[in-house]
């Protein structure tokens, strides 16, 4: 056939979606491997070893001077967290700051204590479900756990003598020095609340609020359509009228987790979170092109009231640089870089 074949050239557009966009405005690139988060009764014994061992390799580290009473380069993370608990509770970072949180606390743990794993999780309805208690979780072992409950103390209401002014308050037990497991001798420079004391370990169980930590109220959680519901629905009092997961947590652990401020002196706080985390994970998830970048709420508890954006910074003070939120959206992109099993 006789005649000239022509090429037409042709300007060719990708439609990018709305997460790829905001992943590529984020500079977050996915990572070469991804950490690994476990349940902590998942864990071989050897896995559990090492985490222990790391946690209290920053117990015996020397402090980096963010306040002058932290000794330990674990104090530093609870000293941070004191610092900013009127910033990061009951406000649309909550979620993301505690995701950072722990990411560096993780890092940390590498950097400094030679630590090859990633932070485990406690999922607690795994106990809630079968016993109603916490009581006899794995996590509390006082071999391959971190101790069981503190030594019981007649009455305790907490170390301000404050919690029976709580509605519907029920005492429940220990309130002493935790006397088992690997944390047992170590002693604590800040807390409780925002006062620095040289104190020991405390817990107190109460299986009073052991209900707020069913499967079923994970359910009732991840049902949530919006962030706004579902950051709100997880995070619980004084916003809820009832115990949520967040709050309903630190009750049932007690004494140093009840502490909004100090909580991050038990090593059993970043467990607790990194379920926390994991839940919002697993929302995201359930519609991730809607749901990976959704962010909203309050930036502060006191007018003048702000919504966050992804453009929102993440203090860490003297712990880490600051980010903002759009950089801790995904768990598998940098700086991140994990995932749950």
Known sequence: MLGRIHRLACVCFVL??????????????????????????????????????????????????LVK???TRFDDFQAAHINLTDEIHLVGQFLPWHRR???VFEETLRSECAFKGAIPYWDWSRDVDVFNSINNSPVFDP???????????????????????????????GGGCVP?????????????????????LTRAFNDEYAW????????????????????IELEGQPITPTMKLHDGGHFAVGAEMLNTYSSPGDPVFYLHHANL??????????????????????????????????????KMLNLAPLVPIRDVMDPRSQPLCYTYI
């Open 16 to 65: 990018l979606s709305p997460t790829v966009l905001l992943l590529a405005q984020a500079g977050a690139g996915f990572c070469p491997s991804l950490g690994t988060r476990q349940e902590w009764r998942d864990l071989t014994k050897g896995q559990k070893d090492q985490y222990i061992s790391a946690v209290k390799c920053l117990q015996a580290l020397p402090a980096t001077g």
């Open 69 to 71: 009473a932290a000794r």
């Open 101 to 103: 949180f722990l990411n």
């Open 143 to 173: 071999v391959t756990g971190f101790g069981g409950n503190g030594i019981y103390i007649p009455g305790y209401a907490g170390p301000f003598n404050n919690l029976t002014n709580l509605p519907g308050w029920v005492p429940g037990t």
């Open 180 to 200: 088992t497991g690997p944390f047992a001798s170590y002693n604590l420079s800040l807390g409780p609340g925002t006062i620095p004391t040289n104190h020991c």
């Open 212 to 231: 707020a930590l069913s499967s079923a109220q994970i359910a009732n959680t991840t049902k949530q359509p919006t962030f706004e519901n579902f950051r």
């Open 277 to 314: 985390d994991r839940i919002w994970w697993i929302w995201q998830q359930m519609d991730l092109p809607e749901r990976l970048f959704d962010v909203s709420g309050r930036s502060s508890v006191d007018p003048p009231f702000v919504n966050i954006t992804l453009a929102f910074e993440l």
